[in-house]
């Protein structure tokens, strides 16, 4: 059974930065796509950025490109999301995801996390 655990997540500024992490039990996942997602109040859970099982490569939302870095450290089986230049519309409960199987195309992620709150304030 995979267990996703999210932290990181806080109040800030606009303007300043975190960094969010989901630590992984239960299932080594370096051979797995994984992906950060968020679901603001009242709005439905969008897709903010995706790393291929290879983790070379890596896609963003318009959104966040250029600003979100998403990684994994292999070793601590753990996803990263470092988010900088944060904006009030950033504000959002953050979920990480790991596909369902290992070598996967991205396309179908199983297991979630409980979430991490953050909010940007102006």
């Known amino acids: 059974q995979v267990q996703l655990v999210e932290s990181g997540g806080g109040s800030v500024q606009a303007g300043d930065s975190l960094r969010l992490s989901c630590a992984a039990s239960g299932r080594t996942l370096s051979n797995y796509a994984m992906a950060w997602f968020r679901q603001a109040p009242g709005r439905a859970r969008e897709f903010v950025a995706r790393?291929?099982?290879?983790?070379?490569?890596?896609y963003y939302a318009d959104s966040v490109k250029g600003r979100f870095t998403i990684s994994r450290d292999n070793a601590k089986n753990t996803l990263y999301l470092q988010m900088n230049s944060l904006k009030p519309e950033d504000t959002a409960v953050y979920f990480c995801?790991?596909?369902?199987?290992?070598?996967?195309?991205?396309?179908?992620?199983?297991?979630w996390g409980q979430g991490t709150q953050v909010t940007v304030s102006s």
């Open positions: 995801a790991a596909d369902s199987e290992a070598y996967g195309s991205g396309s179908s992620f199983v297991h």
């Open positions: 790393l291929s099982w290879s983790g070379f490569a890596k």
